[in-house]
């Protein structure tokens, strides 16, 4: 890399990436910056440098990996930008040189998995690539080394993640093969290891899919537990915790307790054992089961904790560090248990551990105390702060070797101690420094900042002459030289200089002694650091108050996983402390006095390296660095060159990031900037206008892009320029991806700049919006779309009217939000749901009014099952849905088939379903373009040429679309054959409109006919049956055919193809069938002496008869005419000793002046005519023909019957299912057996897509029933209403699945076809759908059954809905003919607290009346002379009212109301508990306690009753979760701070 740089620094060569790569031994492939790639490469020059690449991927190096891995994917990037096809091409050949690694050595295949990784990131592959890339990664998992098994592992379940659904069967292979190795006995180690990386990586990546082999595989991963490997054994521990986290969020709760109860047993018998792999395994899982269950393990762990802690002293080194790891998660998981059992004995093991020589010994039990300090809780530390921290102390007091991993820790524990000790900690500081400068130092000492402000002077001071130290060898404050400093030393401290928080010191002075200098070094490491160090402390940015350093530890006490440990060795990449939003004209440094010259010098030294520097990173981070904070600096002239020249920097990141720079800058220095921003505009769009490059037009684009959200109302003045050239270019533009989203974020920035006056061009992009949303072909596309939508309807204030205006919209939107989509497509649905909320609600009766406007909705709208074809155009209907979302590509193929299938087997007129099934085949080919996969074209062309004779004459309404087609793709060779089939069909079908076409595409049809080199027989053979199909509306064009057709037949050669006189005879039979129906007669000089030259010849005796037949026509055309050529004509027919009876009798009849027969009876007989239609109706493999399947369906379609067995047998396989995956696989199943059994052919054939598609089987579930139900016996749909009502109440039915049944049933009754279902259970099953709606409709029905019943949870999903009045009314009709004696209750739902008081007070009095009397407060109640179960009843009944009315004081905010009766209430109930010795008394004087807690609390809160408030926090205490205990007397606490320091 040296040698490369010393090139590009010394000579300003550029080397390409390749070139370098020739040059460069393995493992020197790093560079810290972009990667080199030629924008211009070309496609092959793309592909040998990915496969270099990929071949270098075998290097060990991680760094090195990492490397090239980027650069694999920005080649992928770059290849992506072409066409489809090529890259489809391309990443087959990248297949194959996968491929062919994984086969070779260990090296090899380490290569091939690695890019196998690579491409998953940039690449979304197809099914079929998915399943060639998992057979590649199999290979891989017999390879003997562990790290490529390790990778191979991790590649397969993401590639079981990229599948989805699709993957089922692959997984479900994967686990039982792993499943039966670790059953096995004595398996080897590599094969065991392997096993358990798949099943933990599945359970990891498709969990949902795995969930049915986690029970499965719980017993066998304690083989990999308990293996003497630790490797395996660290691989099995993981595996479990996926295995626990799947059983926390799938099962059910009694199936989680009984596998918890066998892992905490496998747990505690590992921890007892005598063996150390048994022990560390335990160990290592102990943690993970304890996270993982919950509190269902809270009672035991104590003994737990008790079998860990005594293990600290095993001779195993392993099992002693994993102790110390698992003692912060226990004591985690049991705060309080472990406060009061276990904190003292383990503090003192913990000191002792500290202490130990060992290194990774000390720094776990470092890590573990630092932990504990957060766990235990800041009162129950107090007590052991001390006697840490010296502990501690001691450790970094040793003599020995400085340990700079205690440094955190002794911050931590010095931030818990008491402000007394804060001369102590000042005077340890030295101490610290014994280490030199580190990043545990540094965090050490950013904690300490933070806790004693008083020591900010001492410890800036102190770090500050220890950095100078490090950087120049010499102290800060006074001239010692030491050491020189090393690379080490010198990059440690700038990173710490940079992110240290040094305010309020100015710095400037240290930056130009100490920094400026190592800007020039020769290390690009060195000088980026120099450079960001230079920008961040010359004019520091003020630090956030909660932001701590980049590796600080002070939010340990939240995240217990991070540990000194972390930080020995520092991290790749310390993250940069997020820049805070500066205001360009806002906190600029001066440019005045000494400080100001000494900022302007800085930043005139870093502009002149950020052009100058070679690495492109450098000068990237350099002018990411100058922000706001400079503004005022960059505005000076020489600044403003250096930016000026930086505009067109090699590097496009960089251009874009200086052009937003320059913006910025406009307002500051106007006169200097404004003239150039407006050369470079007009630079930017003349290269948009005239560009025919993608790359090129993306670029400018996206720096089009930058100047407008930089520099708004300068570009608002340019507005109409940018929207002319946009709109010249927009239909071009769309062709790439990348560049359609540059364009759409252009749309928005400038929506955004302009404002309302956008509006004039919204009619200009909503329509381009609108069309991509229905194509959904690219996810960032559409991304961009949609925030261009919402851009362009926010800032204009056009809400609502775009419904109005393009009534699609809608529908369209809300059929992205239905899509299927994966977790890699959230942000469609994020932005989707955006876009609607901009937009605001449409009212639903103009939505309706719209909706009936819409051609194709008034086509669905009166769609019903008594109409006719009704399960025809369902089945259309979804299959349009599918041909119109571009993300569905993959379907595209089946569903045109489907399509074509089911017009074919249609008996009957295709008019109705023309228009459902046409307009959306046509758009999807309009939106494939000409250069995207040829031969899926080829099918599509195909099969609409399939449909054309189907639907005969109706087709000609879209003959305009059709021509528009036909010309797209007529010139390109791959799909001329299938146009010209398609043509042909379209003359046949309606040759009198087709008419209208024929100048545009008979001269490109007759030129076929002229061509000499045809590529084959068949595309001549097409021509010429267009012209036969056309035959009488030729005659307009006759002076071009019969030229051409006389040129085809009289072509001479010697070279001619075997198959050319077939084509002359064609061609003559042609011409007598076009001069059957037209007058050739002025043609006949052109058509008879050609023909005479070919009859002469000796080759052509063949053709003679067919001569004589156009000669015969001829002269019943010419008729006496034709005298002045029977000499020319016998002459050649005598010639060649050939006699032709009907000329000869024709020639007779004309010579004697007879009356010539009809033509009829000249023209040619019928086995010539069958002859010439075998001749011209060639087959076409792209065009389907009706298979013997389709034939017979079609042929019995009146007597097909339904399997009622089958049908019932699918509805009771329902039984076996318990599992979530289960049902949706039981669901899949029952649809697919709906739609083989329906006796509708369109059903029918919809079963082989559904099985591959399952949204497409869930869309015609409800048709599939209804066809099927209605052709069924009584008795069968007797049983089948029993199975269903069984399913329903199942309680483990899924939400979605019970869904999609309630959806059938309401389908079912909206057609009149009720099911007898209870309707009442029907509407409690909708509740848990929170399917208002139906809960709604069927509660109604069933309170016209059982009002009494019904009645209040019909008021209740009233009150849901806010239909607050029909609630009301439903009231008034209770209290008419209803018992209204739970009416408070109904007030309370409704939220009428009002009216509910008042009928609670009401029955309060009329309770206590007739009872005994309750005392307002503290008094010790008496018992009734009936004893003490009617007392408690009676207390408990007033105790209940009494409540009540207190939830509505606290809706009502009756706080002083409120206060006094839940004060009273409260000492009621704790009077009468120590008056009670029956526990189960008590516990529910404690439930009504607690039931009031909430409410008494907020009204002592608002009343300033804190002792009474005390009381009520300590109830509440008690119903916290276990998980989460607080301890005795915290409450109080609390409610003392809040007294007086406010909430």
Not at 262 to 289: F, P, T
Not at 1181 to 1200: C, D, F, I, M
Request: aromatic residues 6%.
């Amino acid at each position: 890399y040296s040698f490369c740089t010393l090139l590009e620094r010394n000579v300003g060569l550029r080397l390409q990436m390749e070139d370098i790569g020739s040059v460069m031994s393995e493992g020197s492939w790093r560079r810290s910056g972009m990667v080199a790639v030629s924008l211009q490469r070309s496609p092959e020059r793309s592909l040998a440098q990915l496969k270099t690449l990929i071949a270098a991927l075998k290097t060990r190096n991680e760094d090195t990996r990492q490397d090239l891995t980027t650069k694999i994917k920005c080649v992928v990037e770059e290849l992506k930008k072409g066409s489809p096809d090529e890259f489809s091409r391309l990443m087959q050949e990248v297949n194959q040189t996968i491929f062919k690694l994984v086969q070779e050595e260990p090296v090899d295949l380490w290569a091939g998995i690695g890019a196998i990784g690579a491409l998953l990131d940039v690449v979304d592959p197809t099914a079929a690539q998915l399943a060639q890339l998992g057979n590649y990664t199999r290979l891989a998992l017999r390879n003997a080394d562990k790290s490529t098994v390790v990778a191979a592992a991790r590649t397969l379940g993401r590639l079981a993640k990229k599948g989805g659904v699709l993957t089922a069967e692959h997984i479900e292979r994967e686990a039982k093969k792993a499943l039966e190795t670790l059953s096995e006995k004595d398996v080897r180690d590599i094969k065991l290891y392997t096993a358990v990386l798949v099943v933990k990586e599945l359970a990891l990546n498709v969990p949902a899919l795995f969930f049915p082999y986690v029970e499965k595989c719980i017993k066998p991963i304690w083989t990999a537990i308990r293996d003497s490997n630790i490797h395996v054994r660290e691989a099995g521990c993981a595996a479990l915790k996926a295995f626990l986290n799947i059983l926390s969020t799938h099962a059910e709760s009694h199936v989680n307790a009984s596998w918890y109860s066998y892992v905490w047993e496998q747990c505690k018998n590992g921890l007892k054992a005598r063996d150390s792999s048994l022990n560390h395994g335990a160990l290592l899982c102990v943690g993970d089961v304890f996270h993982n269950t919950g509190p269902f393990l809270y009672d035991r762990f104590p003994e737990t904790y008790r079998a860990v802690i005594g293990l600290r002293d095993n001779s195993n080194i392993i099992v002693r560090l994993a102790v110390l790891r698992a003692i912060p998660t226990l004591a985690w998981y049991a705060r309080a248990d472990f406060r009061i059992l276990f904190l003292p004995d383990t503090l003192q093991y913990l000191y002792g551990a500290v202490k130990r020589d060992n290194k990774d010994e000390r720094i776990a039990a470092l890590s573990a105390l630092a932990e504990l300090s957060a766990a235990v809780g800041s009162n129950a530390w107090k007590p052991h702060c001390n006697a840490a921290l010296q502990a501690v102390k001691s450790v970094i007091e040793r003599k020995s070797k400085f340990p700079p991993e205690a440094l955190p820790t002794y911050a931590i524990l010095a931030s818990l101690t008491p402000p007394e000790i804060e001369k102590e900690i000042a005077d340890f500081i030295d101490p610290l420094y014994a280490g030199g400068v580190s990043y545990q130092l540094a965090e050490a000492l950013d904690t300490l900042l933070v806790t004693f402000p008083a020591l900010k002077h001492k410890i800036q001071s102190k770090l500050l002459d220890a950095l100078s130290k490090a950087l120049t060898g010499q102290s800060h404050t006074s001239s010692t030289d030491t050491s020189p400093p090393r690379f080490e030393d010198i990059h440690r401290a700038l990173r710490i200089l940079r992110t240290f928080d040094f305010h309020p010191r100015d710095l400037s002075s240290f930056v130009r002694d100490c920094i400026i200098r190592f800007l020039d070094d020769e290390s690009p490491i060195v000088r980026k650091e120099a450079a960001l160090t230079c920008a961040a402390i010359v004019v520091p940015q003020k630090r956030p108050a909660a932001a701590p350093c980049p590796w600080s530890a002070s939010d340990r006490s939240k995240t217990r996983s991070r540990s000194p440990s972390m930080h020995v060795q520092p991290p790749k990449a310390i993250a940069k402390m997020n820049d805070t939003a500066l205001d360009w004209s806002k906190d600029a440094a001066t440019t005045r006095g000494h400080k100001g010259i000494l900022v302007g010098e800085v930043v005139e030294r870093l502009l002149s390296i950020a052009v100058a520097d070679p690495d492109p990173q450098i000068r990237l981070a350099i002018f990411s660095s100058l922000d706001g904070r400079f503004a005022n600096h960059l505005t000076t002239v020489d600044s403003l060159r250096f930016l000026f020249m930086s505009t067109n920097d090699e590097e496009f990141e960089i251009r874009m990031l200086v052009t937003g720079i320059v913006a910025k800058l406009a307002p500051l220095n106007p006169s200097h900037v404004l003239p150039y921003i407006r050369k470079q505009l007009l630079q930017l769009l003349t290269q948009l206008e005239h560009s025919v490059d993608y790359h090129t037009q993306n670029e400018s684009l996206r720096l089009l892009t930058i100047l407008i959200r930089s520099a708004p109302q300068v570009m608002s003045t340019y507005t109409q320029s940018i929207i002319d050239i946009i709109k010249l270019r927009m239909n071009e533009l769309m062709s790439d991806s990348d560049v359609a989203v540059s364009l759409f974020d252009t749309i928005s920035a400038t929506a955004e700049a302009v404002g309302e006056h956008m509006s004039q061009y919204l009619h200009s992009f909503l329509p381009l919006i609108i069309n991509v949303l229905k194509g959904r072909s690219s996810a960032p596309k559409l991304d961009a779309a949609l925030m261009a939508l919402g851009s362009l309807v926010q800032f204009t204030g056009n809400a609502i009217k775009p419904y109005e205006q393009y009534p699609e919209m809608l529908p369209t939107l809300f059929s992205i939000l239905k899509s299927d989509t994966n977790g890699a497509q959230q942000s469609t649905l994020r932005e989707t749901v955006k876009v609607l909320g901009i937009m605001g609600a449409l009212d639903p009766f103009r939505k309706k009014i719209l909706d009936m406007e819409r051609s194709d909705t008034a086509q669905y709208g009166s769609l019903s099952i008594k109409s006719e074809g009704y399960f025809t155009k369902v089945v259309l209907k979804s299959l349009v849905a599918i041909m119109n979302d571009g993300t569905l590509q993959t379907y595209h193929k089946s569903v045109v088939q489907a399509v074509v299938n089911i017009c074919r087997s249609t008996q009957g007129d295709l008019s109705q379903v023309l228009p459902i099934v046409l307009p959306p085949f046509l758009s999807m080919l309009r939106q494939r373009g000409p250069d995207t996969d040829l031969n899926t074209t080829k099918y599509f062309l195909g099969q609409l040429s399939a449909l054309v004779p189907l639907c005969g004459v109706c087709i000609k309404q879209y003959l305009s679309e059709m021509h528009a087609l036909i010309t797209t793709y007529f010139n390109k060779e791959a799909t001329l054959n299938v146009v010209l089939h398609l043509i042909a069909e379209l003359a046949t079908a309606c040759p009198a409109d087709f008419k209208a076409y024929l100048p545009p595409l008979l001269p490109r049809i007759l030129i076929i006919l002229k061509n000499d080199s045809l590529p084959d027989e068949t595309i001549s053979l097409r021509c010429l049956k267009i012209l036969s199909c056309l035959g009488e509306h030729l005659n307009e064009f006759l002076y071009q055919v019969v030229p051409t057709l006389m040129e085809l037949v009289s072509h001479e050669g010697t070279d001619l193809p075997p198959y050319y006189q077939g084509l002359q005879s064609a061609a003559l039979k042609t011409l007598r069938r076009i001069g059957k129906v037209l007058h050739t007669e002025d043609h006949a000089s052109a058509i008879i002496h050609p023909l005479l030259r070919v009859m002469t010849k000796p080759e052509s005796t063949p053709l003679r008869a067919d001569i004589m037949g156009v000669l015969c026509m001829m002269v019943h055309q010419l008729g006496s005419d034709y005298a002045v050529f029977i000499p020319i004509v016998h002459k050649a027919v005598t010639s060649v000793h050939y006699t032709h009876g009907k000329y000869s009798s024709l020639i007779e009849k004309l010579l004697k002046n007879q009356t010539l027969p009809a033509y009829n009876t000249l023209d040619m007989d019928t086995a010539e005519i069958r002859y010439l239609n075998e001749l011209l109706n060639v087959p076409l493999e792209e065009v389907p023909t009706l298979t013997e399947e389709e034939a017979k369906l079609r042929e019995n379609s009146a007597k097909l019957q339904v399997n009622q067995k089958a049908v019932l047998k699918a509805m009771w396989e329902a039984s076996n299912v318990v599992t979530r995956d289960g049902w949706a696989k039981w669901l899949r199943s029952f649809s697919l057996e709906l739609l083989q059994q329906s006796p509708y052919i369109a059903l029918k054939l919809s079963a082989n897509l559904a099985s591959q598609f399952q949204p497409f089987a869930r869309d015609l579930f409800n048709a599939a029933f209804v066809s099927v139900w209605c052709n069924i016996r009584d008795t069968t749909q007797e049983q089948m209403c029993v199975e269903l009502e069984s399913i329903l109440t199942n309680s483990t039915l899924p939400p979605e699945v019970l869904g999609t049944l309630l959806n059938l049933i309401e389908f079912m009754d909206a057609n009149d076809m009720a099911m007898p279902i209870d309707p009442q259970l029907l509407s409690n099953l909708a509740t848990k759908t929170s399917a208002l709606a139906k809960t709604l409709r069927w509660k109604e029905i069933a309170f016209q059954i059982a009002p009494q019943v019904t009645i209040e949870g019909l008021v209740t999903i009233y009150n849901q809905l806010g239909h607050t009045h029909s609630a009301l009314g439903l009231l008034h009709v209770a209290e008419k003919s209803i018992d209204s004696t739970k009416k408070e209750s109904w007030y309370e739902r409704l939220e009428k607290w009002e009216l509910a008081l008042e009928a609670l007070e009401k029955e309060r009095k009329e309770l206590t009346d007739q009872g005994l009397k309750v005392p307002d407060g503290g008094a010790r109640l008496s018992v009734s002379s009936n004893g003490d179960d009617v007392f408690y009843a009676y207390f408990q009944k007033v105790t209940e009212i009494d409540l009540r009315m207190m939830r509505c004081l606290n809706a009502l905010g009756e706080w002083k109301h409120l206060h006094g009766m839940s004060k009273a209430s409260w000492n009621t109930i704790s009077s009468s508990q120590r008056n009670i010795h029956e526990q189960e008394e008590e516990d529910e004087g404690d439930s009504l306690q607690h039931a009031i807690a909430p409410l008494a609390t907020a009204a002592a809160w608002r009343m300033g009753d804190w002792d009474f408030m005390v009381e009520t926090v300590e109830k509440l205490r008690l119903l916290l979760p276990q998980s989460h205990p607080v301890p005795q007397g915290e409450g109080r606490q609390d409610v003392s701070v809040v007294h007086w320091h406010g909430p």
